[in-house]
């Protein structure tokens, strides 16, 4: 039997559903697993190991652009699959499986797609963690679960490359490393203020030995270059001279590969602090409109999630109306006293 596991589409949403994609993979046994993912996505799968395959969906279009939804169906069918899993809860993931001619469509009976469904598991009840939420659907479908924690390594590979790439950015291997992920896609509610950033770098950076690391993807250069201006108005710049900005410059095995390499990771609700954690690194989560105890990152490692008091928090929203206080409340004092614990 073949199955094909619909992958989320957001990173972070990704590596929290890592576990119930290999609870899949164990309850196959011999059968055939496959992942259908987002470009942005596939690569960790691959790097997980979470099937015997994975198909590269298109990147952005979706079922409104024709090309690229006919694409994706052909990709789809193209391995004859017996069951589809259905990860994401939208229309498109179960319209992509439909028209593919995958008998067996399974998903949560959400976005009005129960039609499309073969077999629709209700909802959970609210306030699980994502982890849960995704090992909840296959647990109804009768898969017994494995380990709750989402797992990755970076391969030899990716960390010598990382290594290289920090080391021509002036880190020595008697210097540790502490890594600052200032992004996240999916809006400037959940971004900490880049002088809070330079702030803790700099306090971190004088303590002997350590060598901050700016890590993110190419969308995540001003808030970088927010913080290395920061930095140049700080007037005891211990870290100025010694700041390696790999922001946009590293490939997922590298970024694994830098994190790896790092004590803690400081971290917005992100992509990176979920990567980090399935690492098994340590990790200072700061949460501002989204809820921590449903994203809260999972991992080996130890973690910090920090709030403040906010009477409107969780919002969700992707920018805020009002005055920022669920991530201003956040102190450089807190932050940096997590990361001295953790390191």
Not at 1 to 27: C, E, K, S, Y
Not at 117 to 144: C, F
Not at 158 to 179: I, K, Q
Request: aromatic content about 4%; hydrophobic content about 50%.
């Amino acid at each position: 039997m073949t199955t094909i596991v619909f992958a989320p589409n957001w990173l972070g949403d990704a590596v929290m559903a890592l576990p119930a994609i290999q609870d899949v993979r164990r309850h196959a046994a011999s059968g055939r697993v496959m992942v259908a993912a987002r470009p942005a996505v596939a690569g960790l799968m691959r790097l997980a190991g979470c099937g015997d395959d994975v198909i590269t969906l298109a990147g952005s279009g979706g079922i409104w652009s024709f090309r690229r939804f006919g694409g994706d169906v052909d990709a789809i069918r193209a391995p004859k699959a017996d069951v589809a899993i259905l990860l994401p809860n939208s229309m498109h993931a179960a319209l992509l499986a439909a028209r593919a001619g995958i008998a067996e469509r399974w998903g949560y009976a959400r976005d009005l797609r129960r039609a499309l469904l073969s077999r629709a598991v209700a909802r959970p009840p609210a306030g699980l963690h994502q982890v849960d939420y995704y090992r909840h659907l296959v647990g109804a479908l009768g898969i017994e679960h494995g380990p709750r924690d989402p797992h990755v390594e970076a391969p030899p590979a990716a960390l010598a490359s990382a290594r290289s790439l920090l080391e021509a950015g002036g880190w020595t291997r008697d210097h540790g490393l502490v890594a600052f992920a200032p992004g996240a896609a999916y809006g400037g509610a959940k971004r900490w203020p880049p002088e809070r950033f330079a702030a803790v770098i700099e306090s971190i950076a004088a303590a002997s030995g350590i060598t901050p690391v700016l890590v993110g993807g190419a969308a995540d250069s001003a808030a970088a270059m927010a913080i290395e201006a920061e930095l140049g108005k700080i007037t005891r710049p211990a870290s100025r001279g010694g700041l390696i900005n790999l922001v946009g410059r590293t490939d997922l095995p590298q970024l694994c590969g830098v994190l790896s390499s790092c004590a803690v990771l400081v971290s917005n609700d992100s992509g990176a602090m979920h990567v980090a954690a399935a690492l098994g690194v340590a990790v200072v989560g700061l949460f501002g409109p989204t809820n921590e105890r449903a994203t809260a990152p999972v991992g080996r490692g130890a973690s910090r999630v920090m709030t403040a008091p906010a009477w409107c928090r969780p919002c969700m929203l992707r920018e805020c109306p009002l005055d920022h206080r669920c991530l201003s409340g956040i102190t450089v004092e807190a932050v940096a006293g997590a990361v001295k614990e953790l390191i």
